[in-house]
């Protein structure tokens, strides 16, 4: 077999060249079709060049003979290494078809794009390269999800102030925290999942929007690919770019809950907050100021979840415009979508450790659960219970009694039934007179939360419960990914082992 130096097409340099269509080289920055911008997609491109010509092969549209030399040469390229090989033979997506003229001559190398078009060699790619980071962004939440579930268990009873407004709201715990992000996370996930079947289908065969009248076996390359099944319509797997849409929405709510949870964790680090400590190695310091450590990982976390409303609009924008007219577009938003999909599932991998590796600082976490008055509900709870008012005149009661222990100087702790007593008598009503017993545990922020036992609610008992549900669905999302990733898999294998069938017919033969 020849080489690609000593081969008469060696200078082939593709169908898109001066002399053919255009007399006229593009400029430089209008050649989108270097495969330098192609990335991680070229491994998928590859694929399917190769399940192209197998199915081509096994079809019979391609002479068997020149299925065998194709996928030899597809062997070949894999031994000098694909990417390498691929990136010298130049041509963007269609570098397999330049390296196999290059390598065959155009009588052979010439026949691999028969029945195809850049239109779906290029939608095939985008599919495998959402699909892949899918898959990332799936493991990575599964350990998120593992690592919040496992926190929360370790810290059932560590009471900490919840917030409204950015203020003390009421006591809750780190585990009632943990659980909120985990259903969060879990919500994301089922996102995904979702999208992942819609996903799944394979372009593979719609050509530019019709098809081909050559007769395709398209659900042979869907299944040689990993997809579910083809595309049931040729135009709209071309021209209907609905999924790059709805990808870019659910990349934006997973950046923007990441990012949340950064807020978070970057506020209570803070000196005047001072709830956890994060480790060293995902923080920074200053080049002037010796003492300082920046949560330099978090805010990088923040400021993904920021770029992700401007990516939401550059891919919505890409779409504008009439059927089949946005396509050199799509390039922006196809970049921007795989950038940042590799970007989240790489945030996502950090997130798990830290958050196992995370110092809390229980004891302040419990002196600011009760300090500012965060109970408050409760003291009125009991006065309905126990002195026999109704809601709204107990609530403004505490809420006088409150305002009037601030203005006195009178901390949470320090107060006493009779100043309740007094702010009573000064509003015109009778004094609830509560024992010191009953308005103690009104007041005890960690029995404001033991007493939160309904469903959901922050109670040891109550986090318990939905730490195990939460499990549960951990265990049947992960058998979700595992059956997604065992279908890449065997397909990757299947189509291996199609071409080594067809190789093999070829030595029988010899």
């Known amino acids: 077999m020849n080489t690609p130096q000593d081969a008469p097409h060696a200078a082939y340099r593709g169908f898109r060249t001066a002399g053919t269509r255009l007399t006229e080289e593009p400029l430089a920055h209008l050649d989108f079709h270097r495969s330098s ?16 010509a197998v199915m081509l092969t096994e079809t019979g549209i391609l002479p068997r ?5 194709i996928l030899a040469a597809f062997r070949a390229m894999e031994a000098e290494g694909m990417e390498v090989a691929r990136a010298a033979a130049d041509g963007g997506m269609h570098s397999g078809e330049h390296y196999l003229i290059r390598r065959l001559g ?26 892949a980071h899918v898959l990332r962004l799936l493991h990575a939440l599964e350990a998120v999800r ?22 003390h709201a009421q006591p809750t715990t780190f585990a009632h925290w943990a659980t909120m992000f985990e259903i969060c996370f879990a919500r994301d996930a089922a996102r995904l999942q979702s999208f992942l079947v819609r996903l799944n289908r394979s372009p593979a065969g719609a050509a530019i929007m019709t098809g081909s009248d050559f007769p395709l076996d398209r659900k042979r390359t869907a299944a040689l ?41 970057f506020l209570w680090s803070t000196t005047e907050f001072a709830m956890v400590e994060l480790p060293d190695r995902y923080c920074g310091t200053s080049s002037i100021m010796p003492q300082k450590k920046n949560p330099d990982g978090l805010e990088d976390m923040k400021g993904l979840a920021a770029q992700s409303l401007g990516f939401l609009v550059t891919v919505f924008a890409a779409e504008k415009g009439p ?10 938003s196809q970049a921007v979508l795989w950038d940042t999909g590799r970007g989240l599932g790489m945030r996502l991998e950090s997130m798990a450790p830290l958050l196992r590796d995370l110092q809390l600082k229980r004891e302040r976490m419990a002196d600011l659960a009760g300090c500012n008055w965060a109970q408050a509900t409760d003291l009125a709870a ?60 009104a007041m005890s922020p960690i029995a404001f939360v033991q007493r939160r036992t309904l469903p959901g609610g922050p109670a040891p008992a109550a986090m318990t419960r939905r730490i195990d549900d939460a499990r549960a669905t951990l265990v049947r999302d992960a058998a979700l990914l595992a059956a997604a990733e065992q279908q890449a898999g065997a397909a990757s294998a299947c189509l291996e082992a199609a071409i080594d069938a067809i190789l093999a017919a070829e030595g029988a033969k010899a």
């Open 382 to 441: 009991a006065l309905v219970r126990v002195a026999g008012l109704d809601w709204r005149t107990a609530h403004q009661l505490v809420g006088v009694f409150v305002r009037e222990c601030i203005a006195a100087g009178i901390s949470p702790m320090a107060a006493r039934p009779a100043d309740l007593d007094r702010t009573a008598i000064g509003i015109g009503l009778a004094p609830p007179a509560l024992s010191d017993a009953v308005f103690d545990d």
């Open 146 to 167: 593992t690592a919040l579930l496992d926190v929360a268990e370790a810290n059932l009873e560590t009471v900490m102030p919840g917030y409204t407004h950015g203020q």
């Open 106 to 131: 155009e009588e052979i190398g010439g026949r691999l794009h028969l029945g195809r078009s850049s239109g779906d060699l290029i939608e095939v790619a985008r599919r495998l390269t959402f699909k």
């Open 225 to 265: 690919l990993g997809f579910d099944a083809p595309l049931d319509h040729t135009m709209d797997a071309i021209l209907s770019h609905d999924l790059e849409m709805e990808y870019a929405s659910v990349l934006a709510v997973l950046a923007q809950t990441l990012g949340r949870l950064a807020d978070d964790l």
């Open 65 to 69: 003979a020149t299925g065998r030399s």
């Open 37 to 52: 911008l192609l990335g991680e997609s070229i491994h998928f491109i590859h694929a399917f060049d190769k399940a192209h």
């Open 323 to 332: 059927t089949g007219f946005p396509i050199m577009e799509r390039r922006n």
